[in-house]
Nanobody, 123 residues
Framework: QVQLVESGGGLVQAGDSLRLSCAASGRTFIGYIMGWFRQAPGKEREFVAAISWMGGITSYADSVKGRFTISRDYTKNTVYLQMNSLNPEDTAVYYC????????????????WGQGTQVTVSS
């Protein structure tokens, strides 16, 4: 059974950095896409970034390009989201997700989800 466990969230000030981790287990993720999404109170879940497990090809939402970096570590079966220059608009619960096949920004296309980790950015 696939499990995705996020960690690394917290309360930071505007301009600070955080690194989120997603520990993946339960199967081999060759051929999978790993994604990060976020959901702020009262808003729909939105795409943040995605990476192909094998090729390492990445994609980002326009709102985080140049500030966030997604990466993965084969040896640890872990996906990371390095977040720099955080601002209050980045405040949300951040979720890790996985799906086989091609990269997509649509949450419903992803088969597996973590429980989420809260990121709060104060001004």
């Amino acid at each position: 059974q696939v499990q995705l466990v996020e960690s690394g969230g917290g309360l930071v000030q505007a301009g600070d950095s955080l690194r989120l981790s997603c520990a993946a287990s339960g199967r081999t993720f060759i051929g999978y896409i790993m994604g990060w999404f976020r959901q702020a109170p009262g808003k729909e879940r939105e795409f943040v970034a995605a990476i192909s497990w094998m090729g390492g090809i990445t994609s980002y939402a326009d709102s985080v390009k140049g500030r966030f970096t997604i990466s993965r570590d084969y040896t640890k079966n872990t996906v990371y989201l390095q977040m720099n220059s955080l601002n209050p608009e980045d405040t949300a619960v951040y979720y890790c997700a996985a799906r086989p096949g091609t990269r997509t920004t649509v949450p419903h296309d992803y088969d597996y989800w973590g429980q989420g980790t809260q990121v709060t950015v104060s001004s």
